[in-house]
């Protein structure tokens, strides 16, 4: 069995599944149920100033999209950071890390943006023995509107400025967490690892609206006739997710800076490619609410098989091996020819692949009387779409044309490897 | 509970009130909402769809599940309802593993169709429920259409005639209208009244008139249709059952299996009396429907005889199966030679097809042999009514050409009463 063992700046854990900052870290009860599940670590829920304890709704904080059957896809909340005692929650952090040696136990903070505030806050936790801090710099709903969560995150100099606070005023580990409420993330983490963030972690939720009640026109949730936007999480926001993530794995400026992954994270497969992008761990929250704290244990062993199937012997052989190809469009080779192939042994005959290509793409698959469905060659500009609507799996298939061999649509032979920026249709090339 | 499946002879209540009250339930009740919703999910929206294609009725298949999927049955029932009026009822007896089912792509990938036939009863009842009728006339054309025979073929032929604003008065024979509907299918399949709520249902549509108790021939007569009416549509069924013609045939105990069942639809299950031993002759739906009833009234032994083989019989794969799995045994290959018994039956004597005989013993005989048009008072083209190119037309079992379905019969009331349309209107 591979080993599944992290250390991330510096924090051990058993393995690189940790629950997110959230409802499901809120209190030592249910950390320590995640903990007796085999969870690696949990990032505490968000802690706030000391003074009078955060109000959260009283009616319903979370909304959802869902799938056939109410497979729940998307979640969105409204919630507020921790509404107990701080004193509260630092004495059951410090109880439980006391207790659970081997795992993760990082505390996420939010306090107002100025350093007194930071530096009253570090002063307490320090007494904790709590293996490092986590900015939220994320949360769009509710502390955004007090100049607090992405309220900073979407601010690159405040980003800093407050990491640099921290990092003046802390030994700990520095995590910061960074909101996708913004145009390009990889402002923010270059902001935070300017000032001197040990890693960054993403994403926080998603502004949103999961859906409107068509009778009494609210948004939902809904709030006696009103709806707020929410964070949105789960399985929809994974490939949003993925590419914050590879962004900041790939750009120059923040190249080897430390990433936490979240966003969907729901099988040990979500896991793996998170930390193929260049995580180096991930961080899970609406699984676990959907599904409970067991499902850790399909990551594990998921996980672990499939490491020991390539032969990988610890985490860090995953992490980052997708990222050097990662890459723009620029560079992608124009001249990597495939055509759609549709198995006629596989084929149900459904028709969606005709549907597809006739009505939205390139009338490029012929069907006959008796429903045989073909892709022609000479139409085919192997968008995939075809792929992606067949019901059956690895039923129509990507064939690459082999160099030499002619492609039936453009008349050209296949050739070497040659992108965008050598090509003659380029103006910038032709400018040359 | 007098009797037990194992007293001799032809007696009552073999089961208690309550095994009946289960056994003649309804065999597949209702989807509820999110049954409805996950079923429909499973629906791949096919292009050209193979299940409209193997509808008689073409049915836009897709298009109402998609709506069952986004949570307007009401809009689902209505493009059913609009090219089947009784949808609701072949929701409940079409054979859709031969047909829809039958054609879903499913069905080839998983052999796990879409439950089309559940989906639709889910869309129908749920509309029906509401008492919402959802079609209305068209202005009054002041033409007069006759219908004879208040079946599945005559009313959808009614309804749609009436929708187009014709004035419709149909004839029927029977005390009930509905057809087989109401007379000739199992009593699980259209429980809780269903042919009768249907028929109900479908009157809302405002038009027609139906007068029960008159049969062509005895009570009218096509002369005086023609002349009275601008159309005449006939869907009178196939009336008379082919004779068996075998000595033993008018012994007491042997039924046909037609009247056997007509009875059990019109009759509180506790007062049917039933054999312990029955032998059910033939290899179709109506031979199914009477060996699985007779099981369910208690019947210890049931034997199936088929003279054809296994894959002749036209019950369907499905409901062989259904017919097992109730317990009855079934014989291929197997051509009756006589009915043994002196006043009261007491066995039939078969051959098989290699020559060998036996007998089954029974005290109740239900021939299911097959149907004719014979007795019928005209219009006969061989064995079947066929539509004339004046003023007269017809459909369902009478007529030539065609399944012995209720759904078929629907779809030639349906397309009878478009060709009226476009023949009066012209």
Known sequence: MANLTTNFIGIKSPNPFWLASAPPTDKAYNVERAFEAGWGGVVWKTLGSEGPPVVNVNGPRYGAIWGADRRLLGLNNIELITDRPLQVNLDEIKMVKRKWRDRAMVISLMVPCDEESWKDILHRIEDTEADGVELNFGCPHGMAERGMGSAVGQVPEYIEMVTRWVKTHSRMPCIVKLTPNINDIRKPAEAAKRGGADAVSLINTINSITSVNLDSFSPEPMIDGKGTHGGYCGPAVKPIALNMVAEIARAQATRGLPISGIGGVTTWRDAAEFMALGAGNVQVCTAAMTYGFKIVQEMISGLSDYMDSKGMTATSDLVARAVPNVTDWQYLNLNYVTKAHINQDDCIKCGRCYAACEDTSHQAIAMSEDRTFTVKDAECVACNLCVNVCPVENCITMEVLPKGATDERTGKKVDDYANWTTHPNNPSVAAE | ?426
């Open chain 2, 1 to 426: 509970m007098l009797n037990s499946p194992f007293t001799p002879g032809v007696v009552l209540a073999r089961l208690s009130d309550g095994e009946l009250a289960l056994n003649f339930a309804d065999i597949s009740p209702m989807l509820d909402a999110h049954e409805a919703r996950v079923a429909a999910d499973r629906c791949y929206f096919c292009h050209d769809a193979p299940c409209i294609t193997a509808c008689p009725t073409d049915i836009d298949i897709p298009l109402f599940i998609r709506q069952i999927a986004t949570g307007t049955p009401d809009a689902a029932a209505k493009t059913i309802l609009s090219q089947n009026i009784m949808g609701g009822m072949c929701a409940r007896v079409c054979p859709t593993e031969v047909l829809c089912e039958g054609a879903c792509v499913r069905e080839m990938a998983e052999g796990k169709p879409v439950e089309i036939g559940r989906l639709q009863r889910f869309a129908t009842d749920t509309l029906m429920e509401k008492g919402i009728h959802p079609f209305t006339r068209a202005a009054a054309t002041g033409k007069k259409v006759a219908v004879v025979g208040a079946g599945p073929a005559g009313l959808s032929c009614a309804h749609r005639a009436a929708m187009l604003g014709h004035d419709v008065t149909v004839y029927e024979a029977r005390a009930k209208a509905g057809g087989l509907n109401e007379y000739g299918i199992a009593a699980y399949k259209a429980a809780d009244d269903f042919a009768a709520r249907e028929v109900d249902w479908l009157l809302k549509i405002g038009g027609i008139v139906i007068h029960c108790g008159k049969s062509l021939g005895a009570d009218i007569t096509l002369a005086q249709l023609e002349a009275n009416y601008d159309a005449v549509f006939l869907g009178i069924g196939l009336g008379s059952v082919n004779a068996l013609g075998l000595a033993g045939a008018d012994l007491d105990g042997v039924h046909n299996a037609v009247d056997f069942i007509e009875t059990l639809r019109q009759t509180d299950k506790a007062k049917l009396a039933i054999g312990r031993d029955v032998v059910v002759i033939g290899g179709g739906m109506t031979a199914v429907d009477a060996a699985v009833q007779s099981r369910l009234l208690g019947a210890q032994n049931v034997t199936m005889v088929y003279r054809g083989a296994r894959e002749k019989m036209s019950a369907s794969a499905y409901e062989q199966e259904h017919a097992t799995s109730a317990g009855v045994r079934i014989i291929h290959n197997a051509a009756p030679k006589a009915i043994h018994g002196s006043a009261y039956v007491t066995g039939v004597e078969f051959t098989y097809a290699g020559g060998d005989a036996f007998t089954v013993p029974a005290d109740q005989v239900f021939l299911a042999i097959g149907q004719t048009l014979e007795g019928a008072p005209t219009l006969l083209d061989g064995k079947k009514l066929k539509t004339n190119a004046g003023k007269i037309w017809a459909g369902g079992d009478c007529a030539a050409g065609g399944q012995d379905l209720t759904v078929t019969a629907v779809a030639e009331g349906r397309d009878a009463a478009m060709a009226i349309h476009a023949k009066i209107m012209g």
